[in-house]
């Protein structure tokens, strides 16, 4: 399987498996981030938790401490 780069808000790095959920890199940097999680930005894009990483790309996951977290509320209700 084919790896992929991210790189991460602090400007760290990690590789993971081409395809692995945003879920799971969310659990690879801190369970508890994983559960605060709400949605990410993959190369600015908003996509949800279940989304797979194809290709290097930029990672930010958004969580309810975020400033888009009351949008991703309104949006998700």
Do not use: C, W
């Amino acid at each position: 399987m084919n790896q992929v780069t991210l790189t991460l808000p602090d400007g760290s790095s990690r590789t993971v498996p081409a395809g692995t959920p945003v879920r799971a890199v969310a659990d690879g940097i801190s369970p508890r981030l994983a559960k605060a999680a709400l949605a990410a930005l993959v190369d600015g894009a908003p996509v949800d938790l279940s989304f797979p990483i194809e290709a290097d790309a930029s990672v930010r996951i958004m969580t309810t401490e975020g400033p888009e977290a009351l949008r991703l509320y309104r949006h998700s209700t």
